[in-house]
Every structure is written in structure tokens, then in C-alpha cells.
């Protein structure tokens, strides 16, 4: 009786393990599954009819009107990372070539003007908003943009692991 106590007892300790492992890994694979959503707006003059205003920055916000129309989407993203700055941190996005040429395109022809970046990083609303409005004051023709999210370090954090799954995703396709 003894011995078949034990075993029983070593059945339940495997089941109990592979629970766990597969709970582990179901989580790990939720995180490789979720994306972000990133969307790169020019600022337009008020008086556009394809504007919108919007409201970025959450401790003295700043109206500022946009196109409609982003210029760059997460669709155009090769990379994406969380950088440490004197006090605080930024995102850096990379973009493929086509993106890369945009956002040469439009930094070259509108110096003075903002670039405003909304992001989402989760499937709830609450997870979203314009996070960013850097002026441009200069051509960017490395296709890379680094800017500093108004968010917590745990929402840039999830919003750049969003972005990288997102990147993964164009290069799979981009692949196919």
C-alpha cells in the first residue's frame, strides 16, 4: 500500500508540473501574440478641412491639430525599444525602407512643425493615447525615431513589446 501511495503521490506531482508549465507557457505566448498600435500624425494648420484636434500630453495638455491621416503605422515597423535617459526613458521605433522614406520626406519639408504619436498597447481604450508630440527640427534619414512617451515605464514597457511582436509580424508577412 505504501508503494502505491507514493506513486499516486508521483502522478499527482507530474500532473501538478505540467499544469504549471503549461499555464507558463499559455502566458508566454499571450505576450508573443500581443501587438501595439502606433500611429505618426503630422501637425496641419488649424484650418484644414482633413484636420483633427487633439489633446496630447495629459499633465498641461496641448491641442494640437493634425491630419487625419497618419503618415506611419506599426505596419511600417522593423524594430522597436525601451532606452534609459537621463532621468527617465524613451521609445526608439526603426522603420523599414519605405516607412524610412516617408519619414525622411516629411522631416525634410516640414521643419517647426510636430510630428504627434498616438499608441495603444492593449485592446482596452484605457491602454491608448496620444503619447508624444517631438518638434522636428531636422531631416531624419536613419528611419529610426526616438521619442519620450507621456506614460508610465510599465505602459512603455508593454507598448514596446507590442511594437516588436508587431515588427516580427511584418517580417513574417513580408516573407510569405
Not at 492593449?122 to 491608448?128: E, P, R, V
Amino acid at each position: 500500500m505504501n508503494f502505491s501511495a507514493q506513486r499516486h503521490n508521483l502522478y499527482l506531482l507530474a500532473l501538478t508540473l505540467s499544469v504549471t508549465l503549461a499555464v507558463g507557457c499559455a502566458t508566454h505566448k499571450k505576450e508573443d501574440k500581443q501587438i501595439a498600435a502606433l500611429r505618426i500624425h503630422l501637425q496641419s494648420s488649424e484650418n484644414m478641412t482633413a484636420s483633427q484636434t487633439v489633446s496630447v500630453l495629459r499633465a498641461n495638455p496641448l491641442a494640437v491639430p493634425v491630419f487625419t491621416d497618419p503618415i506611419l503605422t506599426e505596419a511600417n515597423l522593423t524594430g522597436a525599444a525601451l532606452l534609459e535617459t537621463p532621468g527617465g526613458f524613451a521609445v526608439e521605433v526603426q522603420f523599414n525602407q519605405s516607412g524610412a522614406w516617408t519619414l525622411e520626406q516629411f522631416t525634410a519639408s516640414n521643419p517647426g512643425k510636430h510630428l504627434v504619436i498616438f499608441g495603444q498597447w492593449s485592446d482596452k481604450a484605457i491602454d491608448s493615447r496620444w503619447l508624444a508630440v517631438p518638434l522636428i527640427s531636422r531631416r531624419i534619414a536613419s528611419g529610426t525615431l526616438s521619442f519620450t512617451p507621456d506614460c508610465s515605464k510599465e505602459e512603455a514597457e508593454l507598448f514596446v513589446r507590442g511594437l516588436k511582436n508587431s515588427a516580427k509580424k511584418n517580417l513574417k508577412n513580408a516573407l510569405q
